[in-house]
């Protein structure tokens, strides 16, 4: 007999991928809803937020640390993400300087230190011809894995913080930010990046309630 949490997953492979994106949908707005109820201050998600990206990029730190190879990892991608922390370093610097400037500069740091490693250490094991946009059937190691599932952990909570941030304010939180596109750009692309990760969160979860190590998914290079 088959455990509740394996029937459920049984039950979702064989649903066509309309359904399944139907679902996840339903999914987000119940934990936004939940979310919204448990947490008075929405500026915790966003501690929250970059706590669990941090607690990501540790498991990355361990992995190249004890395991020596950087092989399944993308150099491009750590090396966007530290121009992305080292601009919203400096606007925290100056606009905040409190625990989002710690937990920002820890993060940079642990980032920094991973592209050094992959550049110099490791660079025997840096996996060049996959590094890009291609769409290949790879295996992801475990503490990858569990690196890019707190990214998407992370995206989500962000993502959370400013759509009930602009609820709440019933959409003045736009304006406050400045006229023109790019407010509405910022909370888009808050949604769009929590998209692109939900994928990948689905065979994550799907790995670990399956009890596997490692994670099969149809991508590149993480």
């Not at 064989?14 to 109820?37: D, E, G």
């Not at 710690?102 to 996996?127: E, F, G, H, K, P």
């Not at 023109?180 to 888009?188: D, F, I, Q, T």
Request: aromatic share 12%.
């Amino acid at each position: 007999m088959k455990r509740p949490a394996q029937a459920i997953q049984s039950w979702l492979r064989r649903q066509p991928h309309k359904i399944k994106v139907f679902l996840a949908l339903v999914s987000a707005t119940a934990a936004l809803v939940v979310i919204r109820m448990v947490v008075y201050d929405h500026d915790n998600l966003f501690i929250a937020a970059e706590g669990v990206h941090a607690l990501g990029i540790s498991f990355l730190v361990y992995k190249l640390a004890t395991e020596k190879t950087c092989a399944g990892l993308s150099l491009k991608s750590q090396e966007l993400t530290a121009i992305f922390l080292s601009a919203r370093l400096y606007c925290s610097y100056v606009m905040e300087y409190d625990v989002h400037t710690l937990l920002d500069l820890a993060t940079l740091t642990a980032t920094v230190w991973v592209i050094y490693m992959m550049r110099l250490n490791l660079n025997s094991s840096y996996m060049h011809k996959k590094d890009n946009i291609s769409v290949l059937y790879v295996i992801v190691e475990p503490f990858t894995a569990h690196y890019v599932f707190a990214l998407g952990v992370a995206r989500f909570l962000s993502c959370a913080h400013w759509i009930l941030q602009v609820l709440d304010t019933r959409g003045r939180l736009l304006t406050a930010l400045g006229y023109g596109m790019w407010p509405s750009l910022v909370l888009l692309s808050e949604i769009v990046q929590s998209f692109i990760l939900a994928d990948f969160s689905y065979y994550y979860v799907q790995s670990v309630v399956g009890g596997r190590l490692v994670l099969r998914l149809p991508s590149g290079v993480v």
